[in-house]
């Protein structure tokens, strides 16, 4: 589970917060609920002091209940009989019932000395078992002038339990409350946040190529919405500055084609003439190279302008790779000998592929080019090629000064170049393999680098075969 996303975050922040909500809650709920339950017993204790009272008369034989009590009265008397004792105004017992005696010995000696002394007011008392009771006093006046006191207890056993019970469905539901709520949490966090996910997965196939592309506002949440209209606006704006630049890198190139033409021309006619020291012929020749560097460089830089903006156009046919490859390597290894590096090619099926042919020969033979300008002097180059069913892979090896694991991934990028190729000089400007690569994927075709620093560096091309009938190769 990953701690960082909002997702948890989310649940997690409702669980507590409906949590603390419920802990809280329960706990204002639980002090009113044991504040109103005290305050019935004691009412009730009092209701039932009151009526004892209202039916007791003094006879000489000592104190009964009012002869006129009906029979309801009496069971109802009864009922609260157990905890009654009456005493006088010192506490001495004037009468006590048969079950007030048990109680007398049940309770706590100090406690009962409390009530019996006590001529009104509530008074608790606890048993030596630990059981807990409450006692109302309350003095009673006869008509006579006589005075005595009336003491009646209730368990508080009934209402102790159902506070306990309260208070443990509520500590026990504490816990479940928090699961159900951050799973709630959880499952509508994902809910809320499945359209960015679908917003992050259109952007990530938004490439330079792709700019043009945009969200379809398919979601009514009005937060989407805003997010993918500024996203919109964002691509929008960006597309504007691509196609900017293009036409800039387009105009520039154009504009430097003229005048290095002119200055080449110039440079290859003052060659032709004689009368020049040797110095001046070698500055020439050498300005020389540098312009048909320069050539090469606006050449390469106006084509990936007009490959980008999608002007290029492939013609494409039946092209056997066998027979290029095999024309291309045997090409290049003239340029090869120069530094001792050969090309070995090895036995090559006939593979037919539906190809540009002008396109495909560049690509291969930048590859190759590139093979040879990184290879050490007296190196070897292995050109190799495998058919399965529906495709052909190529690969072009060599021994050369490789490429490290962290510029892998970049050597494709325009104007890329690794800091070994730097130092070689080798007059590139790290635009032939994003060349390559428009190439070969406009074949619906995969380019992959395999390399290590110092190791050399395989090139492997991946091409679909050719399905249209009846083509028989050269
Ligand atoms: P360049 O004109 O600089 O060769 P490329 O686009 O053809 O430009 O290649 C980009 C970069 O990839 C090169 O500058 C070089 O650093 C690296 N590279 C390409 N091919 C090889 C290879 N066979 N061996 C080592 N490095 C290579």
Do not use: C
Not at 316 to 345: G, Y
């Amino acid at each position: 589970m990953n701690v960082r996303t909002l997702r948890f975050k989310l649940g997690l922040t409702n669980g507590l917060f409906i949590s603390i909500f419920f802990v809280v809650f329960g706990y204002i709920r639980y002090q009113t609920f044991t504040y109103r339950a005290d305050r019935n017993f004691d009412r009730r204790l009092e209701q039932q002091a009151d009526f004892f009272s209202e039916n007791l008369r003094s006879t000489p034989e000592g104190f009964d209940w009012e002869p006129s009590a009906t029979p309801a009265d009496v069971m109802a008397l009864d009922a609260i009989r157990p905890f009654f004792v009456l005493t006088d105004l010192e506490g001495r017992i004037l009468r006590e019932e048969y079950y007030g005696y048990y109680v007398q010995r049940m309770l706590d000696a100090q406690d009962l000395n409390e009530i019996l002394h006590r001529p009104s007011g509530f008074t608790d008392a606890a048993s030596s078992e630990g059981r807990r009771f409450r006692f109302i006093s309350s003095t009673i006046s006869f008509p006579s002038g006589q005075k005595v006191v009336l003491h009646l207890g209730r368990s508080l056993d009934e209402l102790n339990d159902m506070k306990r019970e309260y208070w443990l469905i509520w500590a026990y539901s504490v816990p479940l409350v928090l699961i159900i709520s951050v799973g709630v949490g959880w499952f509508l966090a994902a809910r809320a946040l499945r359209p960015f996910g679908e917003v992050a997965n259109i952007a990530e196939q938004i490439t330079s190529q792709k700019l043009n592309t945009q969200i379809v506002n398919v979601r009514r949440e009005q937060e989407i919405q805003r997010l993918v209209q500024s996203f919109n606006a964002m691509v929008a704006r960006l597309s504007r500055s691509f196609e900017q630049m293009r036409t800039f890198n387009a105009n520039v190139a154009h504009e430097l084609r003229t005048p290095l033409a002119i200055l080449q021309g110039e440079t290859e006619v003052a060659l032709r003439s004689s009368k020049m020291s040797e110095e001046i012929r070698s500055v020439l020749i050498s300005n020389l190279e540098e312009l048909g560097r320069l050539t090469r460089i606006v050449n390469d830089i106006l084509t990936l302008s007009e490959v980008e903006a999608g002007s290029q156009i492939l013609e494409k046919k039946p092209v056997n790779i066998r027979t290029l490859v095999a024309d291309l390597s045997e090409q290049m290894q003239l340029l090869a000998m120069e530094r001792n590096i050969r090309i070995e090619v090895e036995e090559l099926p006939d593979a037919i592929v539906e190809a540009d042919d002008l396109w495909i020969r560049r690509a291969i033979l930048n590859l190759l080019d590139n093979a040879i300008k990184y290879s050490r002097d007296g190196g070897r180059i292995q050109v190799s090629m495998v058919r399965d069913e529906t495709r052909v892979h190529v690969s072009i090896r060599d021994e050369g000064i490789g490429i490290s694991e962290q510029d892998q991934p970049h050597i494709f990028d325009p104007m890329f170049r690794t800091d070994p190729a730097r130092h070689r000089d080798s007059g590139g400007a790290g635009l032939g393999l994003a060349l390559v690569k428009w190439v070969i994927e406009a074949h619906q075709g995969q380019i992959r680098v395999k390399s290590q620093t110092n190791q050399g560096a395989e090139f492997q091309l991946e091409f679909p075969l050719s399905r249209s009938p009846g083509f028989t190769p050269a």
